[in-house]
């Protein structure tokens, strides 16, 4: 079993629509939280961390942590074509780890006009 | 600010040839990740490195693979012998500080490496 899973999508809405990505994970060493968004042939750009359980929101997105239930999930209000590309969720624990992320694989994102 | 800095964008070597990748960290940033991304797979954490220290390799094959961060110059990381496995995207990440500020991490464009 993974550590971290990741629903790969495809996932494509129309302009406008919310998006909701999520990620489960199964380490509960995990403590911190991100969400990064890679767009084709580039590197990832870290979009949220947080370490708290509940909701950060930050512009049009909002990342939400459940630690009881292992779940975090990135929320995309009013989404635009160019949000198109894969986001991908990372973790981290606590202690000597604190510098290895553990990734999701990724879900692909296409939001058409 | 400069973003983090790879060189070269794309490498292609043949069987049995050494690969080498190197990492410029943001300003200000002391400490360095290695991750590759291999096709249809996620990215995998390698190796994370201060100046002149290695802090955790958990991650890196036991045979071939090397990296190193000078006190001076950039982060290297060496594959010898390549083989066509290899071929994948190596991305190096920088981060601004020890302790919790290591999850926040800004990664570069990344190193292609083609293996023929």
């Known amino acids: 079993q993974k550590e971290v899973e990741q629903d790969p999508g495809p996932l494509s809405v129309p302009e406008g629509a919310i998006v909701s990505l999520n990620c489960t994970y199964s380490n509960s060493a995990f403590q911190y939280f991100m969400w990064y968004r890679q767009y084709s042939r580039k590197g990832p750009e870290l979009l949220m961390y947080?370490?708290?359980?509940g909701n950060k929101e930050d512009g049009r997105f909002t990342a939400q942590v459940d630690k009881s239930s292992k779940y975090i999930s990135l929320f995309i209000r009013d989404s635009q074509p160019s949000d198109s590309a894969t986001y991908l969720c990372?973790?981290?624990?606590?202690?000597?780890?604190?510098?290895?992320?553990?990734f999701g694989q990724g879900t692909i994102l296409t939001v058409h006009p | 600010n400069a973003g983090v800095m790879q060189n070269p964008r794309h490498l292609v070597r043949r069987r049995g040839q050494e690969a080498r990748l190197r990492c410029s960290p943001m300003?200000?940033?002391?400490?360095v990740y290695w991750y590759r991304q291999l096709p249809e797979e996620g990215l995998k954490f390698m190796v994370y490195?201060?100046?002149?220290?290695?802090?955790?390799e958990s991650g890196m094959p036991k045979e071939r693979f090397s990296a190193e961060f000078p006190k001076e110059g950039p982060s290297i990381l060496r594959i010898q012998q390549v083989v066509r496995g290899d071929s994948a995207a190596y991305f190096c990440?920088?981060?601004?500080?020890?302790?919790?500020?290591?999850?926040?991490?800004?990664f570069g464009p990344g190193t292609r490496l083609t293996v023929t």
């Open positions: 300003k200000g940033h002391s400490h």
């Open positions: 990440a920088s981060s601004p500080q020890y302790g919790t500020g290591s999850y926040e991490q800004y």
């Open positions: 990372a973790m981290s624990a606590f202690g000597t780890s604190y510098g290895k992320l553990t």
């Open positions: 490195l201060q100046k002149e220290n290695i802090i955790d």
């Open positions: 947080t370490y708290s359980s």
